[in-house]
């Protein structure tokens, strides 16, 4: 294996690279056969040597721009000056060489690279936040028999998004979609199908209430109460999501607190309890459908730490209710999937206590925003993506599949109840009781309530 060294781009400088590109370029070839072609017929001096002259000139062009600032060149200096590099037995520098034909969809390119012996996935991945502040774009890099393939994101990421201009254009296929925002590869968007639960983080201050809100709006839009049921967990005194309460969506108030919470989740449970059994009861008939076209049930809780870490005192109750609520919560984000029931948990204190190991393994998708420590990043990505993001509100870093940056959806308190009026009426957000109601001051729906959806 070769030892990796720094280059700084000096291959540009080769003469034998020089010529082994040139002699790759069609337009060199082009004005070799104008040439011999105007030679041959006798009017070098007129058509033949404007063509040789300008195919001459295309070809020079075309060689440096490849060589030295197509996005393919500003990699290979970028690799070589990060010590992506080794030497063979004799002392020559070897870099990394672009293979086959690049791909490109709109401004992104992927590219297929042979590395040097000895140069590694681990390697570049080691360097990527180096490579992308040196080429201003986002990395996406795996294997593959004998090649890397780095796929280069080059769209800017914008400062805001807006509600409406995003929701208007168009959309991918799904059948429970929420937005995200615009990233590197244009919007960005997660199927509540593929990706049933999801965890929010970062920072007071960072867009995570914005970003519910936009999801939410959305979501109470584009599907009717016989769909949809919301249950919301507002433990941060109930303001964020008050209004919400008051659509046919919502299957209960919305909980303002622990005990509150204790007792919806556990109605949840009962509910989901109820989903497994027609499931199983279908599967032992052998109908491998679904038994019934249940409404998909979209639980919110805002602030799970108040759930899981909140010193109570000697309140015995309340600590009961508290673990009893962490119990089900954990539960619902093991079970729920496979029955229709999501999971939108969020905080702004993204540890090890506040998001415990049994919950966290069960939510899928992680919607980063800035937080103020790497230890904080690492908790929600495994990574300081989302420490070293950038101070703009809304930025934020999603991981599923993959871990993009993108900017979020911005949408004011009084949009989204202009949207929800326009599409529900007075009824969506007029309410006839206080803007949050505390759980024993209602009538719950009983069992048979939650397995009716009219």
Not at 141 to 157: F, K, N, T
Not at 260 to 278: F, G, I, K, Y
Not at 355 to 382: C, E, H, M, W, Y
Request: proline share 6%.
């Amino acid at each position: 294996m070769g030892v990796r060294y720094t280059t700084e781009g000096r291959e540009w400088w080769d003469p034998v690279g020089i010529v082994s590109r040139l002699l790759r370029q069609p337009a060199l070839w082009l004005a070799l056969a104008a040439l011999v072609g105007g030679s041959a017929l006798g009017w070098t001096q007129g058509l033949g040597g404007a063509v040789f002259g300008s195919a001459a000139v295309l070809a020079v062009m075309a060689t440096a721009y490849q060589g030295r600032w197509s996005v393919a060149a500003r990699l290979r200096r970028a690799m070589a000056e990060s010590g992506l590099v080794g030497r063979n037995g004799r002392g020559r520098v070897l870099h990394p060489k672009a293979r086959l034909t690049a791909h490109w969809v709109g401004r992104n390119v992927t590219l297929r690279w042979r590395m040097p012996p000895g140069v590694t996935l681990a390697d570049v991945l080691n360097r990527q936040a180096s490579l992308e502040a040196r080429c201003d774009c986002a990395l996406r890099c795996w294997q593959e028999p004998g090649v890397l393939v780095m796929e280069v994101l080059r769209h800017q990421i914008p400062d805001e998004v807006l509600y409406r201009p995003f929701y208007s254009g168009s959309r991918p296929h799904g059948r429970c979609l929420i937005g995200l925002g615009l990233g590197r590869r244009g919007a960005l968007w997660v199927d509540l199908d593929s990706c049933p639960h999801l965890l929010v983080g970062g920072m007071t201050g960072g867009g995570k209430s914005v970003f519910l809100r936009q999801a939410l709006t959305f979501l109470c839009c584009d599907h009717p109460p016989e769909r949809l049921w919301l249950v919301l967990l507002d433990l941060k005194g109930g303001v964020e999501l008050a209004h919400f309460s008051y659509l046919p969506h919502s299957m209960f108030p919305v909980a303002d607190g622990v005990a509150a919470a204790a007792e919806t989740l556990s109605r949840v449970r009962e509910e989901l309890d109820r989903r497994l059994s027609l499931v199983r009861r279908s599967v032992e008939a052998g109908d491998s459908a679904a038994p019934a076209q249940w409404p998909r049930i979209v639980v919110v809780v805002d602030e799970v730490a108040e759930l899981t870490v909140r010193d109570l005192g000697d309140d015995r109750a309340a600590r009961a209710a508290q673990q009893a609520a962490t119990g089900r919560l954990c539960e619902i984000a093991r079970l729920g999937r496979s029955v229709e029931i999501h999971l939108v948990c969020c905080t702004q204190r993204p540890d090890a206590e506040a998001v415990p190991g049994q919950l966290k393994a069960n939510l899928d998708g992680t919607v980063a925003f800035r937080v103020r420590a790497a230890v904080n990043s690492f908790i929600l990505l495994d990574s300081d993506r989302a420490a070293t993001l950038p101070p703009h509100p809304g930025r934020a870093v999603f991981a599923h599949e993959t871990v993009e940056e993108f900017q979020a959806v911005d949408c004011s308190v009084e949009e989204s109840q202009e949207l929800l009026l326009a599409r529900w009426g007075s009824r969506g957000v007029s309410p006839t009781t206080g803007p949050v109601s505390q759980w024993w001051e209602n009538t719950l729906p009983t069992s048979d309530d939650l397995s009716d959806p009219s």
